[in-house]
């Protein structure tokens, strides 16, 4: 299969169907600590959901609309990661992610983050990335905080999570800011 190997016990790979069963398991056994942040755990009912977001993630891919991966951390699946949006014309990639609960904690999503945006660079000539954080969510916002992204700023109401929207902290990195 392929796999982006980024350290000994991380690697990622392109969203295939054949990782349902696994990534729904994951995801029922986190449904809870998602839903504090993402707003599509009441479409993940079955396993079949599963499947088909995995096809459509694949489709995705296939056209140059996303960059969809799965994370595993020793051989299992730890979350998912993606550019969730490229914008070609203007050379922007737009990063997602969500790792389980007790993968939290070992700078996992980092390293895998870090991957990719050299991936959008050096391969997808981006010229810029961008990862939107709920205001309030303070691990997401470490993520690229750590890695050197600005904050660019706050859009109101960007997120509908339920019964509640969200603001959003928009941080942004350009190529030449860019230290892998
Ligand atoms: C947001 C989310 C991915 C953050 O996960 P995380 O584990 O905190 O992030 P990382 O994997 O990068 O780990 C960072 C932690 O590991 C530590 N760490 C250990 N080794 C590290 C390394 N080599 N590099 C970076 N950090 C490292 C960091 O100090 C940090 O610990 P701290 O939180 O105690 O300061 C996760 O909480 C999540 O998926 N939440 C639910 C969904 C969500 O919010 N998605 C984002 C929507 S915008």
């Known amino acids: 299969m ?79 990661l993606d550019f969730n949006k490229i914008d070609h014309a203007n050379g922007i990639g737009h990063i997602g992610y969500w790792l389980a609960k007790d993968y939290n904690g070992h700078g996992i999503m980092t390293q895998v983050v ?16 961008e990862i939107h954080c709920a205001v309030k969510n303070i691990p997401s916002r470490a993520i690229p905080e750590r890695l050197g992204f600005k904050n660019e700023g706050v859009i109101r109401q960007a997120e509908k999570l339920y019964d509640r929207y969200v603001d959003h902290v928009v941080y942004g990195l350009l190529r030449d800011e860019f230290k892998c």
Not at 115 to 128: H, N, P, R, T, V
């Open 114 to 129: 870090t991957d990719l945006i050299k991936l959008g660079f050096e391969y997808y000539s981006m010229q810029k990335v």
């Open 2 to 80: 392929f796999f982006r190997q980024i350290t000994t016990d991380i690697k990622v790979s392109i969203t295939i169907p054949q990782y349902a069963e696994e990534l729904y398991k994951l995801t029922e056994n986190n449904r809870e600590f998602l839903k504090k942040w993402l707003p599509w755990l009441d479409n993940i009912h079955n396993q079949d959901d599963t499947n088909k977001f995995l096809q459509h993630q694949l489709s995705r891919f296939q056209k140059s609309e996303g960059v969809p991966e799965i994370i595993f951390y020793k051989g299992k699946i730890a979350g998912v």
